[in-house]
């Protein structure tokens, strides 16, 4: 049974005509099936441990949860206070028992096969993550410059990294799935972090980030604007 950490704890600022009242996680990408119905019963492997970084509405989700068939293989990681991503990740690394887990966001459709991107991620000997990334132009997403060995050498928000040196990069663009180490995570202290400023520069410095590169696209319904796009199949 793998673990998997749905990441479902944000405020929802730029969805809030929504959010407000409902969590993300709980919004119907299609009718009658809410995102997080989504992904236990139809992108997850069956029986997966999936550990819920929850937050804003919380309780909405406990009690939605409480009355689903698969709730026996949820285990909730709330926060009593705001964490970020990255001390998301970290709280919720302290319920993991296996060597390793994989974090996803939780207002991410996928393309890419869950079972393919666990396939491809490995994490050798030194890795600490590997980032699941696409060479699909998608603007408005974190930007990877990857290496030839598939190193990780720069890491940006929603712009373009700068480029040096000869060797032959791969512009990527990170898909909110991350395989990681569960020994490093355990071991940072449980505060307001975000992974991707504060978290990942590290790894990526130290030589212990590596991406999976996929020609399959995302759809990020992190704004009302992409929602509407996705309800009415929009590209």
Known sequence: MFNFVILCGGLGKRFQKISRKVPKILIEIKPGLPMLDWLVEYYLPPNSKVILATGHLRELVQDFVSKKSYRKNIIFSHEEKKLGTGGAIIKASRLIQANEFIAINGDTIQELKIEKFMKKSILKEGDLINIGC????????????????????????????????????????????????????????????????DILPLLVQERKAKASIFIEEFQDFGTFSRYNKLINNEK
């Open 134 to 197: 696409t060479t699909s132009d998608l603007s408005d997403s974190g930007k990877l410059l990857v290496d030839s060995e598939n190193f990780i050498t720069s890491f940006t928000e929603k712009k373009l990294p700068k480029v040096f040196g000869l060797n032959p990069y791969k512009l990527c663009s990170s898909i909110g799935m991350y395989r990681c180490n569960s020994n490093y995570f355990k071991n940072l202290e449980i505060e307001n972090k975000s992974f991707e400023e």
